[in-house]
Nanobody, 127 residues
Framework: EVRLVESGGGLVQAGGSLRLSCTVS????????IGWFRQAPGKEREGVSC????????HYGGSARGRFTISRNSAKSTVYLQLNSLNPEDTAVYYC????????????????????WGKGIPVTVSS
C-alpha cells in the first residue's frame, strides 16, 4: 500500500514562503504521478499542482501559477511544493496524492479517481 506523509506546513505571514514536502513509501516512487491539492473551510478540494512520474510535465492551477513550484527527488522519494508570495486566500489544508494516471485526473478535475492520499497538513497565512 502506498503511503504519503506531508510536512512543512504551518503559520506564515502574508507575503511569506513555505516549502511543503510529501514523502512516499510502500510503492515504486518513480511509477507514480504526484499532485498537491488543497481544501479551505467550506470550499471544494482544489488542484494546486501536479508532476508526472519522470518530471517530464507539470501542471498548475490558476491560483498557483507564477507563485508555486512543484519538484520531485527520486533519491528521497519526496515531492516538494514551494509556496511563495502567500496570501490569506492560500489558507487551507494541503494534501498530496499519488496515482499512476494522476496527471490525467489533475487536468480533468476527476480527483475522486486518485488512488492514494496523504492525511493533509494545514497552512495558515495571516494578514
Amino acid at each position: 500500500e502506498v503511503r504519503l506523509v506531508e510536512s512543512g506546513g504551518g503559520l506564515v505571514q502574508a507575503g511569506g514562503s513555505l516549502r511543503l514536502s510529501c514523502t512516499v513509501s510502500g510503492g515504486s516512487f518513480d511509477d507514480y504521478d504526484i499532485g498537491w491539492f488543497r481544501q479551505a473551510p467550506g470550499k471544494e478540494r482544489e488542484g494546486v499542482s501536479c508532476i508526472s512520474s519522470r518530471s517530464t510535465s507539470t501542471h498548475y492551477g490558476g491560483s498557483a501559477r507564477g507563485r508555486f513550484t512543484i519538484s520531485r527527488n527520486s533519491a528521497k522519494s519526496t515531492v516538494y511544493l514551494q509556496l511563495n508570495s502567500l496570501n490569506p486566500e492560500d489558507t487551507a489544508v494541503y494534501y498530496c496524492a499519488a496515482d499512476r494516471f494522476l496527471m490525467s485526473h489533475c487536468y480533468s478535475g476527476a480527483y475522486t479517481l486518485i488512488d492514494y492520499w496523504g492525511k493533509g497538513i494545514p497552512v495558515t497565512v495571516s494578514s
